[in-house]
């Protein structure tokens, strides 16, 4: 299978998940609106959330692929003692020639992903690098071999980290459960003044940080599947945890919990641990070793202990660019339905800069680890296209979005208790959101260039300083802007972030693009202009069918869209951004 076919089906499992995931959101929102109940719920399911984005999605292939792949290989022949330890069902999965292919770089999984992957079942982001690591993998293997000839040490140091690791995280969640009321006061600064909200936010924290040790025992059993070189079923396990998450929510209106808080957030929590325990299932039946032989020995257990600790400054860099969005809650969450409304707002945002990470860790990223530093050309350079194609889909999108912000949340979110007020609010925030669009795009394209380059330090330093940068932005402009303050810092930060990242890169010769590349970067911005004014017109002359909402108001937006999409065609073709036949 070709690398371009592995990214087609983790890019087409990213929009299946990300299609449940707006399901799963529209169904929160008509249930709860903006209300006490909806901004508990976010405050205190954040950190399971995000446990799952980096722990279960992909986040410690960077520190656990590079050690599977530096074991020694058995010394056996293939059927000798090592024989019959792997599930014999993925013994002629593995390509003759990825047998043979050359090591590729550890990239965090999340350094794609920023601003939030696909909320409690996001993108399997480290689907995204699975191809490059297993290559790297397969250098442990025998060729010939596979997997049948794993040795019997190999395969209880593989049992030895799904323990550790999932031994620390519940340790952590058992430390955030007793400590979730300060937890709660630190995520959620503004609940203080608000009982109800603090009180519901501490109950569904503690109820779903025992997610934590799901998400670890799923994200070590991903990297031992991506090790046995299997991309699909690691990439279909966010789709089935939402399916799980959206069962749990059918419950939940059948019983018509909704008017009881405590129940309503005690079972929200546990569609948290359903979503984490349904990608811990989907992965682990992938697992290319019998279960029988992964029982750790003392020995496999301390070579277990340094993985674990280095797995640290990987998560660490990993979730500096997730964190931009907790620290915008925070400084929201002195508004009423703050939190919420801009939980809606984001997942908008992340449909299409979901795609675009996905496309950059399954494309871009295998491409630079074979070229290493780059070469423009009077036609420009392969980062530079990247950097073309992130703001040619995202530009337009985040257009879209901050004119037709209110409209757009109106038809998709506005039933049952998700009122007129809701759609106002949250409208606020999604049309300061999506200026940040192209900005986390292309500061993604950048962040998977500097890991490939072996710059991750560059990526910490300005996703620190970035992140500084919003949570003082959003907490001052808070008070003034209402929710359009919080979306303001991150897009501040979003900003800081990019232009550090082009500067390093720059400095450090690895971003030299051509005038070709500065060309077409130039035609998606007068493209997205042009296709500003249709769309503009048309929200004014249409503004009666779009107030209705609902199914009403459907046609109108996606007349809307289509006007927005044909003229940005027509403009990027004339630009000359779009390929002449």
């Known amino acids: 299978m070709s690398l371009l076919r592995h990214a087609s089906t983790v890019v087409s499992l990213t929009l299946v998940s990300r299609v449940l995931g707006f399901a799963r959101d529209a169904a929160v929102a008509a249930l709860f609106g903006t209300g006490a109940v ?6 205190g399911l954040a950190i399971p959330q995000l446990a799952r984005r980096l722990l279960g999605e992909g986040a410690l292939n960077a520190a656990i692929l590079p050690r599977l792949a530096g074991r020694s290989p058995p010394e056996e022949p293939p059927g000798a003692a ?7 069902r993925f013994v002629d999965e593995w390509p003759v020639d990825e047998r043979l292919a050359g090591d590729a770089p550890a990239v965090p999984a999340e350094s794609l992903g920023a601003s939030g992957g696909e909320g409690p079942a996001g993108m399997s982001r480290g689907s995204r690098l699975d191809r490059p690591h297993a290559v790297a993998s397969a250098r442990a293997i025998p060729a010939g071999a596979s997997l049948a000839g794993a040795s019997l040490s190999e395969s209880r140091f593989a049992g030895a980290l799904v323990l550790v690791f999932t031994l620390a995280a519940a340790l952590i969640a058992a430390g955030l459960g007793l400590f979730m009321p300060q937890v709660t006061a ?6 203080l003044d608000d009982p109800a909200r603090a009180g519901g936010a501490v109950l569904a924290g503690r109820l779903a940080v ?51 808080p405590s129940l309503a957030l005690a079972l929200l929590a546990v569609a948290t641990l359903a979503g984490a325990f349904a990608q811990l299932v989907v992965i682990g039946v992938a697992l290319p070793y019998r279960p029988a032989t992964l029982m750790p020995d003392r020995a496999a257990l301390k070579a277990a202990l340094p993985v674990l600790a280095a797995a640290g400054p990987t998560l660490f860099a990993a979730a500096l660019p997730q964190l931009r969005i907790l620290v915008a809650n925070a400084s929201a969450s002195g508004v009423e339905g703050g939190v919420s409304a801009l939980f809606y707002a984001t997942r908008l945002v992340e449909l299409p800069l979901g795609l675009v990470g996905a496309s950059a860790g399954a494309v871009l990223l295998p491409a630079l680890a074979m070229r290493g530093r780059p070469e423009p050309a009077a036609g420009g350079s392969l980062l530079g296209h990247a950097l073309v194609a992130a703001l040619a889909l995202t530009a337009p999108a985040a257009m879209g979005l901050a004119l037709l912000a209110e409209p757009i949340v109106r038809v998709l979110f506005q039933r049952g ?6 759609t106002l609010l949250t409208g606020e925030a999604l049309a300061m959101l999506a200026l940040s669009l192209p900005l986390q795009a292309m500061e993604r394209i950048l962040s998977t260039a500097a890991f490939a380059q072996g710059l991750g330090r560059l990526v910490t330093r300005v996703s620190l300083a970035a992140l500084l ?19 303001l810092g991150v897009v501040a930060s979003s900003l800081l972030a990019l232009a550090g990242l082009w500067i390093g890169l720059a400095r450090a010769g690895r971003l030299r693009l051509g005038g070709e590349d500065w060309r077409r970067l130039a035609a998606c911005l007068l493209a997205t202009l042009a296709m500003a004014v249709p769309v503009g017109l048309g929200a004014r002359l ?40």
């Open 210 to 260: 025992f997610a934590l040790p799901l998400a670890a025992c799923a994200g070590v059993l991903a990297a031992l599947v991506n090790a046995a070189g299997r991309v699909t079923r690691p990439a279909f396990a966010p789709a089935a945890g939402n399916l799980a998450v959206l069962a749990v929510i059918g419950l939940l209106a059948l019983l018509h919990a909704g008017g009881e």
């Open 82 to 88: 090592g024989a019959g330890l792997v599930d014999e």
């Open 186 to 191: 630190l995520l959620a600064p503004g609940f």
């Open 38 to 43: 909806a901004d508990a719920s976010v405050a």
């Open 542 to 581: 249409l503004a009666g069918p779009l107030a209705a909402g609902g199914l009403h108001g459907a046609p109108a937006l996606g007349l809307m869209v289509l006007a927005g999409l044909v003229a940005y065609g027509l403009a990027a073709r004339l630009l000359g951004l779009l390929p002449r036949r």
């Open 469 to 487: 940068l919003g949570g003082v932005i959003g907490f001052f402009f808070a008070g003034p802007l209402g929710l359009a303050g919080p979306a």
């Open 417 to 422: 208790a998700f009122d007129a007020a809701a």
